[in-house]
């Protein structure tokens, strides 16, 4: 019953510390990530990145994503999905060509460089919606690009990623030709999914939900959305795009029915109250100061590199579609996060014998200090946009 005692102690911890971050001015978030690195192996060691931890916090990833997407506008993503496209792209071009440089600078070879700018390239939109959320800021044009971004920006690194394990990783199965066509079928299942979430959004789910009301069982209606939920999150993990990406999506869906307010109501509690915090806590418990002073600078200028590329790509991907520069600062602020995406590429990227021993705890260490500025650029970028609309 160990995880029982982990469990509570991580709700605890991350209400206090969540408490003090609003009181000091910070995003709630701030002091929920903090918590991760005290109680965690890096300080206090009173909790462990088991597999009861990783699971929770997957499922708080997917709930916070699936809130989003109830949140959001469909009609707002459809308005502004070219400048979500130009966002993202030049939000993946920039990190990738920048961190690739400044790592081979730090004696990294090409593919181990190319490798980390890939890393630093995908964005952790979930850390953008909460503190978005917190302000109330979701569901405004920027909000809504930032989100339409996180999508593209999401798909572009796993199929950068993808690619870079087909034709470097050591697991790969030899013959270029089979890794081509293996490569090849994985994109095309990939395209028939976005294809089938249109049919899925407009006919499937409408159904499901109906199907949900009429059952005679307490919450009918929140339980079939969570089927909805985890079914399109379970997909989009099987045909190698993120759970989030489902998930997402089927908050889109469930928002377009009648049943939306009532299903709001019912999942907001559920998740912020116990899945989310363990989510938030669990990039925490990947901190680790091994190697610290050694690989210092290589942190400091990885760290640097991937905040202001973000920053730059996304917000000038921004102004050319139209945006002020202050509204590109924001979107570019809730494109700076990386997250459990960048965590979860380094990993596959150091069992694929793309990223060096030496290198990884270096590499963690920089995305979760990206993680840990990202929220305060962010609200810094609200509050600035809302005086000046005031």
């Known amino acids: 019953m160990g995880y029982i005692g982990s469990l509570s102690l991580i709700l605890i911890v991350t209400a206090l510390a969540g408490h003090l971050s609003v009181r000091m001015g910070l995003p709630a978030v701030i002091g929920q990530l903090l918590s991760g690195i005290i109680i965690g192996p890096a300080v206090l060691g009173w909790v462990s990145a088991t ?14 994503m699936f809130m989003a997407g109830l949140e959001s506008d469909l009609q707002l993503l459809k308005k502004y999905w070219r400048p979500s496209l130009l966002v993202a792209v030049l939000g993946v071009i920039l990190p990738v060509a920048v961190v690739d440089f400044c790592s081979q600078l730090f004696g990294l070879n090409a593919t181990e460089s190319l490798f980390l700018g890939v890393t630093f390239a995908a964005t952790s939109v979930s850390i953008s919606v909460a503190v978005l959320k917190e302000l109330n800021a979701l569901e405004g044009k920027e909000g809504t690009t930032i989100l339409g971004a996180a999508v593209v920006d999401d798909v572009l690194a796993v199929l950068i990623l993808s690619l870079m394990i087909s034709l470097f990783g050591s697991e790969v199965s030899s013959g270029s030709s089979q890794t081509s066509t293996n490569l090849g079928i994985s994109l095309l299942i990939q395209l028939v999914f976005f294809l089938a979430l249109y049919v899925v959004v407009k006919w499937i789910v409408p159904r499901l939900m109906s199907i949900g009301n009429a059952l005679l069982v307490p919450t009918s209606v929140t339980l079939m959305s969570l089927v909805i939920c985890f079914g399109l999150s379970y997909l989009a993990d099987a045909i190698g795009l993120s759970a989030v990406i489902g998930a997402f999506f089927a908050g889109i869906a469930v928002g377009q029915t009648d049943y939306h307010t009532v299903i709001d109501k019912h999942i907001q509690p559920i998740g912020n109250a116990v899945f989310i915090p363990v989510f938030f806590v669990s990039i925490g418990l990947n901190m680790s100061f091994d190697g610290f002073l050694s690989d210092f600078w290589f942190i400091v200028v990885i760290t640097i590199a991937a905040i202001a590329t973000k920053l730059a790509g996304a917000g000038v991907g921004a102004k050319m579609a139209g945006f002020s520069w202050l509204s590109g600062y924001e979107i570019g602020a809730g494109m700076v996060s990386r997250g459990e995406m960048a965590l979860i590429i380094a990993q596959i990227g150091y069992q694929g014998k793309l990223l060096s021993e030496e ?30 609309t005031e």
């Open 51 to 64: 597999s009861f931890i990783k699971d929770f916090a997957e499922l708080g990833v997917i709930i916070l």
């Open 359 to 388: 290198r990884y705890s270096a590499v963690i260490t920089a995305i979760i200090l990206t993680t840990l500025i990202a929220p305060i650029l962010l609200r810094h970028a609200v509050k600035r946009q809302n005086a000046l």
